[in-house]
């Protein structure tokens, strides 16, 4: 299986700042990585697909980068609205696997 | 646009059959470039990606090692919906369990159910 590791595990921000998490595959899968937000008591909902591609209705300050195993989203400017928690996901191969999370709480 | 819809029990009993149901409108399951997917989220276990069923000419099922002894996932045409059943259940299986739809990354989620494993 390709393990997902996302760094760091929690952090801590203002609205109007520019936040970075990473995620690094055990192994190289291309560009197929996704990344997803989560809300408590809701379900993921995508933001980036292949690695960089915003998916529509996603506002523009969500960026993804990377290829291989090394992989980041940026969050050009914080809005109340992105606290929440953040997953990298793999599609490269079976079984997909997901990132243990990153929480994004308010400083 | 589409949506799916989740139903089934939030509690199962120890060793029992756990089966959910993801009701699919505004897509088909027997569309050609989606796969239909379950996963379940737990504290322990984070966001774990259980199977799927696709059609590619024909169905296709793939499952997580984890479950694999245990699950089925079947696509239902007639009522353009796709189930999951996992068999002898132990409270390690106490999940939130998410469909979702794929055409690549997970675009579309249902909306989640809680199950509860205990006697």
């Known amino acids: 299986d390709i393990q997902m590791t996302q760094s760091p595990s929690s952090l801590s921000a203002s609205v109007g700042d520019r936040v970075t998490i990473t995620c690094r595959a055990s192994?190289?899968?291309?560009?197929?990585l996704n990344w997803y937000h989560q809300k408590p008591g809701k379900a993921p909902k995508l933001l980036i697909y292949?690695?960089?591609s915003v998916q529509s209705g996603v506002p523009s300050r969500f960026s993804g980068s990377g290829s291989g195993t090394d992989f980041t989203l940026t969050i050009s400017s914080l809005q109340p609205e992105d606290f929440a928690t953040y997953y990298c996901?793999?599609?490269?191969?079976?079984?997909?696997?997901f990132g243990q999370g990153t929480r994004l709480d308010i400083k | 646009q589409v949506q799916l819809q989740q139903s089934g029990p939030g509690l199962v009993k120890p060793s029992q059959t756990l089966s959910l149901t993801c009701a699919i409108s505004?897509?088909?399951?027997?569309?050609?470039?989606?796969?239909w997917n379950w996963i379940r989220q737990s504290p322990s276990r984070g966001l774990e990606w259980l199977g799927r069923?696709?059609?590619?000419?024909?169905?296709?099922?793939e499952y997580a090692v984890s479950v694999k002894s245990r699950m089925t996932i079947n696509p239902d045409t007639s009522k353009n919906q796709f189930s999951l059943q996992l068999n002898s259940v132990t409270p390690e299986d106490t999940a939130v369990y998410y469909c979702?739809?794929?055409?690549?990354?997970?675009?579309?989620w249902g909306q989640g159910t809680v199950v509860t494993v205990s006697s």
């Open positions: 192994q190289s899968i291309n560009n197929y």
């Open positions: 979702a739809s794929s055409r690549g990354a997970f675009d579309i």
């Open positions: 996901q793999q599609t490269y191969s079976i079984p997909i696997t």
């Open positions: 505004g897509d088909s399951v027997s569309s050609d470039s989606a796969a």
């Open positions: 292949g690695a960089s």
């Open positions: 069923t696709y059609y590619r000419s024909k169905w296709y099922n």
